[in-house]
Structures are given as C-alpha cells and as structure tokens.
C-alpha cells in the first residue's frame, strides 16, 4: 500500500546548527507534500508544503525540496533555535482525494 | 482562525465500555477526518467523512465507527473498547475542493488522550 517512510526518527543538533528531515514516498500519484510541526501537548500545525509541480520552497528559516524522480523530499530547518524542538511529520497525498499518508515523525531536540 | 475542538483531552476507560469521542469544528469545513497517533507510527486514518451523514472507512477502521449528523459536528465511537485501542486521537478538518477531494492542508484538534483499562 501507500506509504511515506522517514528519517531519522531523532535528531538532536546544537543551536544555530541546521537540521534535516527526509522522506520518501511510495505513490508515484501523490503531488501534494505538507510538513506539520507538533510541539509537545500541542496539536500539528501545517509550517510549510510543497507542490509537484516546484522543486524547492522557502519560507524564512525553513525550505523544503522536492525530487519526483527519485520520490524524495526534505525540509531544511538552519539557524535552530530552542523553539524549534518538537516532533516533525511529512506527509503526502494527491489531488481529488481524501487520504494524508503521515511518515512515523521526527523528534527534533534543539539545545541551547 | 480555524478552530477544532475536542471535547476531552484525557480519559480513562475500562475495557468492554463503549467510548465517544466528540469533535466541533467552526470553520464550516465539509471534511472532517479521524486520525490515531501513536509513536513511531505517525498518524494514521481512521475514517473521514466529506458531507453529513456521509463516512468512510480510512487506513485502520477496526473496531471504530463514526458519527456525522451536523456539519460541524464528526464524532468517533468506539463501541467496546479494548486496550490496544490506547492511543492519542487528532480530528482534523479541511475545506472540499471543487471537484472532490480536499486542499492538502488539515487543521487539527488538540487531541484526546484515551487509555483502555
């Protein structure tokens, strides 16, 4: 079936160090990739998506890549800071559907 | 600001008791989707429901059923509750594109934490 792995499932970099998330999709259909953030108790929250029809997204501190050939997709996190520590999920679904496939989650541990 | 509200962020149940879970959204989304979190599992589909009265059936929907009767309103029901059904439950909502299907982006409740005794 569909799926959507990811990678690391931990990541702990020092602040102000960058940080990196990737995924892979099996849905070769699929043309919609969000990235939600879940700070603990609280719930996801959409922080940045991508399209298939772009490579590459910016906004601020974050960006996100895009390969279709290879069904890959990354986001980019520089500058860390503190705040950022929470759980990382991407996910990918298509158009006219209903269905979100979610990788496992990353845990992004900031320190200070 | 989309709202989605959970009605019970904790509850504890025995195993056998019949569990409703409510979820209110006040965006006047037609969509709204169920979903269990469990660690290193990510978020996984339960069932979802695109118009009132309307559902279906996700990834996972043993053992739930579901509830839409106002457009607002989408609940998860868990008839006889048994302790692998311990887990964090998120709603979500989401605007119905013209055509079917939905944007992409899910708005979330904070969730309801159930533990099956």
């Known amino acids: 079936g569909e799926n959507v792995e990811q990678h690391p499932s931990t990541l702990s970099v020092q602040e102000g160090d960058s940080a990196v998330i990737k995924c892979t999709y099996s849905?070769?259909?699929?043309?919609?990739f969000p990235w939600y953030k879940q700070e603990l108790g609280k719930r996801p929250q959409l922080i940045i998506d991508?399209?298939?029809?772009?490579g590459e997204k910016k906004d601020q501190r974050i960006a996100v890549t895009l390969n279709k050939t290879a069904k890959h997709f990354s986001l980019h996190i520089t500058e860390t800071q503190p705040e950022d520590s929470a759980v990382y999920f991407c996910?990918?679904?298509?158009?006219?559907?209903?269905?979100?496939?979610f990788g496992a989650g990353t845990r992004l541990f900031v320190k200070a | 600001d989309v709202k989605v509200t959970q009605s019970s962020r904790y509850l504890v149940k025995r195993t056998g008791e019949k569990v409703f879970l409510e979820c209110v959204q006040d965006?006047?989304?037609?969509?709204m989707f169920w979903y269990r979190q469990d660690p290193g599992l990510g978020l996984r589909l339960i069932y979802f429901?695109?118009?009132?009265?309307?559902?279906e059936k996700g990834d996972i929907p043993e053992g739930y059923s579901v509830s839409r009767e106002k457009k607002e309103r989408f609940s998860l029901i868990l008839e006889s509750a048994s302790t692998n059904q311990t887990s964090m439950y998120l709603c979500?909502?989401?605007?119905?594109?013209?055509?079917?299907?939905?944007?992409?982006?899910?708005?979330f409740g904070e969730g309801s934490r159930l533990t099956v005794l």
């Open positions: 979500a909502s989401s605007i119905l594109t013209v055509g079917g299907g939905f944007t992409g982006e899910l708005f």
């Open positions: 849905d070769s259909a699929s043309n919609y």
């Open positions: 991508i399209r298939s029809n772009v």
């Open positions: 996910a990918a679904s298509r158009t006219g559907g209903f269905k979100t496939i």
């Open positions: 965006m006047d989304h037609e969509n």
């Open positions: 429901s695109y118009d009132v009265k309307m559902k």
